[in-house]
């Protein structure tokens, strides 16, 4: 699986030279992996007007498609789809994280297993939404949602997620003197009378954000049952050890000697007498 990621600076003076170094990245592309998956960042959209913005992303992603086209590069014949994708990006917003999420879903092998695992567990769980992100770059790679929580509005929500715990790690950084890569937290909860939200770690190299209604029963089943589904989980980890997932219960943090008595035990029971059961 073979991808580019092209990066225009949308107040590049020097547009025509950009495209030109891109075609000319294309034309070894087109020889060499004539399959690959195109990523164009449109970058710096803050810096045009709001009322121009849309026209000009359009004016430019239009140039830049008919500019591929002659290598190979739009929409193929025998694999209907385009190769090309185009985003409109600043660091001021949350449209970086979004377009790093789609990259990084796009990348993933086993994507439709990982979440056939999550939506598992996220009936056993009783949650009403599983977001699972990257640990060191806090970026998403795929969430799970019920039906009855599809219509959320704040559908910006995951990158903004993204974005806060991106600050929480540059904060743990710096009172700590650790590399931000290196600083990673336990668990974070929020309660409410509304809900009830955590993210805590699934594998070693991602957090599980769990939305669940408010309730401290099935509050404390997810997050042992979470536990419990951890060996399965690191199984799908590119970069997980054999096993990880096994030593890994022993950072549970539950409640004393009673929460990991029933994570060795292997059954936990939740507001609708669930345990965790992953199947063979």
């Known amino acids: 699986m073979a991808v580019l990621i092209f990066v225009f600076d949308i107040e590049s003076r020097e547009f025509q030279a950009d495209v030109i170094s891109y075609t000319a990245i294309l034309q070894a592309l087109s020889e060499y992996s004539p399959a ?41 014949a025998k694999e209907p789809g385009e190769k090309l994708e185009f985003f409109a990006t600043s660091i001021w ?38 977001i699972l992100y990257e640990r060191t770059t806090c970026l998403m790679v795929t969430h799970v949602t019920r039906g009855t929580e599809g219509s959320n509005p704040f559908t910006d929500r995951f990158e903004r997620i993204s974005s806060i715990l991106k600050t929480h790690k540059q904060s743990l950084a710096r009172h700590t003197l650790m590399p931000v890569g290196s600083a990673n937290f336990a ?80 059954a936990v029971s939740g507001e609708r007498g669930s345990g965790f059961n992953m199947g063979p």
């Not at 709001?50 to 739009?74: H, K, N, P, V, W």
Request: aromatic share 10%; with cysteine.
């Open 36 to 76: 690959a998956k195109i990523f164009i960042l449109i970058h710096k959209m803050d810096l045009v007007q709001t009322r121009l913005r849309s026209q000009l992303f359009e004016e430019r992603s239009s140039f830049i498609r008919e500019a591929s086209a002659g290598y190979g590069f739009g929409v193929d």
């Open 93 to 130: 917003d949350q449209s970086l994280y979004k377009a790093w999420t789609q990259i990084i879903y796009y990348l993933i092998p086993n994507a439709n297993l990982i979440e056939s695992l999550l939506r598992s567990l996220l009936t056993i769980i009783s949650a009403r939404e599983l």
């Open 187 to 266: 668990e974070l909860q929020i309660k409410t009378n509304s809900f009830m939200f955590f993210i805590t770690r699934l594998t070693e190299n991602t957090n599980l954000a769990v939305c669940i209604p408010p309730s401290e029963q099935i509050f404390n089943a997810a997050r042992i049952n979470i536990a419990l589904a951890r060996p399965r989980f690191e199984g799908l980890d590119v970069s997980g050890r054999k096993g990880a997932g096994v030593a890994g219960l022993r950072d549970y943090g539950g409640e004393g000697g009673q929460s990991q008595r029933g994570v060795e035990e292997g």
